[in-house]
C-alpha cells in the first residue's frame, strides 16, 4: 500500500516538474525578472486601489476623493489585465498587501483631515514615481512580450496619474520636494 502511494508521488512530481520545467528553460535568466515586475505590479495595484478607497471615504478635500476614486478605477481595470496574463502564463499574483504596504496603509488609515490628504497625496507622488520607473524599465528590458506589451499599455496611464498626483498634491499642500 505504502509503496504504491509514494510510487503516484513521485510520478505526480515527476509531471510537475514535467510541466515547469519548460518554462524556466525558455530563458532562464529572464525570467524571474518578468515574473517579479508581474508581482511587484500587483501587489502595487492593489495598495492603490486599497488606498483609494481608503481616500475617497476619509478625503477631506474633493480632489483628494476624486483622484482616489480614479486610482480605483484605473487600477482595478489593469490589475483585471494582469490577472489574466499572470493566469495564463501561470504566475500566481499577491492576493493581499504585502507587509510594508499594510503599514503603510494602517498610517494612513489613521490619519484624517487634512493631515490623510497631505499623506494620502505625498504617498501618490513617491508611489507613482516609483511605477513609471519600474514600468519604463519593464517595456526596455522585459523578456516576456506580453508583459512588456502591459507595461506599455499602462504606462500612459501611470504618467497621467504622477502628473494629476503632483497637481492635487499642491493643492493639498503636501510635501513631496524631498523624494
Known amino acids: 500500500m505504502t509503496k504504491r502511494t509514494s ?3 513521485a510520478v505526480a512530481v515527476a509531471g510537475l516538474l514535467a510541466v515547469l520545467a519548460p518554462a524556466f528553460a525558455a530563458n532562464n535568466d529572464n525570467m524571474p ?13 492593489l495598495m492603490e486601489v486599497d488606498l483609494g478607497q481608503l481616500a475617497v471615504q476619509k478625503g477631506a478635500s474633493q480632489a483628494v476623493k476624486d483622484f482616489g476614486q480614479r486610482m480605483v478605477d484605473d487600477h482595478t481595470k489593469a490589475n ?3 490577472k489574466e496574463l499572470a493566469a495564463q502564463k501561470g ?11 499594510k503599514q503603510e496603509r494602517e498610517k494612513l488609515a489613521a490619519a484624517s483631515g487634512a493631515e490623510f490628504d497631505r499623506m494620502y497625496m505625498s504617498h501618490m507622488v513617491k508611489d507613482h514615481e516609483k511605477d513609471v520607473k519600474e514600468f ?3 517595456v526596455q528590458k522585459g523578456s516576456d512580450p506580453a508583459l512588456r506589451s502591459f507595461a506599455e499599455q499602462t504606462l500612459p496611464t501611470l504618467r497621467q ?4 498626483a503632483k497637481k492635487v498634491a499642491a493643492q493639498v499642500g503636501a510635501d513631496h520636494s524631498h523624494h
Open 7 to 9: 510510487m503516484m508521488t
Open 33 to 45: 525578472k518578468d515574473t517579479k515586475f508581474a508581482k511587484e505590479a500587483a501587489a502595487g495595484g
Open 80 to 82: 483585471q489585465r494582469l
Open 91 to 101: 504566475i500566481s499574483l499577491p492576493h493581499l498587501l504585502p507587509a510594508d504596504m
Open 136 to 138: 519604463e524599465k519593464q
Open 161 to 164: 496619474h504622477l502628473d494629476l
